[in-house]
């Protein structure tokens, strides 16, 4: 149930991705770091989807891919994380600074300002003070739930780990569950597949003991 709802929710979450690269046809303008990270998460969700299907009828070789595949994508999601982050706050700084030089221009006449501002200080004093405690709130909860996420993120990351910790105890009394070393098909992609699929589970072997 743990592992359904884990890849369930990496699958909600990894629709960005095609949903991201629609914007290419609309014309929508986006950086690399942008198309990269829609582009991975796309084809991160079809592995997550395979997972999906195969959580009642395991196979350790699948799910050892799977597994490794959702570690490399926790690590790779925080860098992501923390660039967009970094990318929304230059924005936002960049937008509050051209406000201000836009405001700085405009005042052509020094007293006229002057008597302005005297006669409206309570008021602008009043709404400064809202909006400042506005974007402060709004700053507040969006460093939460990124911190939140962060670690619902690697939480999930212990359950992939423990499920597949499972899976290689109970290979030791089932067979079912023992890693195939041979391509379950001839070609060099079941091949290819194979080799990747037998790195996975002895990298995740280690890690897990």
């Not at 960005?16 to 770091?33: A, K």
């Not at 959702?70 to 230059?90: H, M, P, Q, R």
């Not at 924005?91 to 300002?113: L, M, Q, R, Y």
């Not at 939460?144 to 999930?156: G, Q, S, W």
């Given at each position: 149930?743990?592992v ?7 699958i ?7 949903y991201g690269?629609?914007s ?11 198309w990269?990270?829609?582009l991975?998460s796309t084809?991160v969700?079809?592995?997550f989807?395979?997972g999906?299907?195969?959580?009642h009828?395991?196979n350790?070789n699948?799910?050892s891919l799977?597994?490794m595949?959702y ?5 790779a999601g925080?860098?992501?994380t923390?660039?967009?982050v970094?990318f929304w706050?230059?924005n936002?700084t ?7 030089d ?6 052509t006449?020094?007293?006229e300002v002057?008597a302005?501002?005297?006669?409206l200080?309570k008021?602008?004093s009043?709404?400064?003070?809202s909006?400042?405690a ?11 739930l990124t ?7 690697f939480y ?5 780990l ?7 105890r109970q290979s030791k009394y089932?067979?079912?569950?023992r890693l195939?070393t041979a391509?379950?098909s001839t070609?060099k992609f079941?091949a ?5 699929e037998?790195y ?5 072997n280690?890690?897990?003991r």
């Amino acid at each position: 149930m743990g592992v359904e709802l884990t890849l369930l929710y990496g699958i909600i979450n990894k629709m960005c991705g095609p949903y991201g690269l629609l914007s290419l046809l609309t014309g929508h303008p986006i950086n690399f770091m942008q198309w990269f990270y829609f582009l991975t998460s796309t084809v991160v969700l079809v592995f997550f989807l395979v997972g999906f299907r195969s959580v009642h009828h395991p196979n350790i070789n699948t799910f050892s891919l799977v597994a490794m595949i959702y570690f490399i994508d926790t690590f790779a999601g925080c860098i992501f994380t923390a660039y967009f982050v970094w990318f929304w706050f230059k924005n936002e700084t960049n937008a509050t600074e051209g406000s201000s030089d836009t405001s700085s221009s405009d005042k052509t006449n020094d007293e006229e300002v002057a008597a302005e501002v005297v006669r409206l200080v309570k008021r602008v004093s009043e709404d400064l003070s809202s909006q400042s405690a506005s974007e402060s709130y709004e700053l507040f909860m969006t460093v939460i739930l990124t911190l939140l996420t962060t670690v619902f993120r690697f939480y999930f990351l212990l359950i992939m780990l423990s499920f597949f910790k499972q899976m290689v105890r109970q290979s030791k009394y089932n067979s079912r569950f023992r890693l195939s070393t041979a391509p379950t098909s001839t070609g060099k992609f079941a091949a290819l597949l194979n080799r990747i699929e037998v790195y996975c589970y002895n990298f995740l072997n280690r890690l897990v003991r």
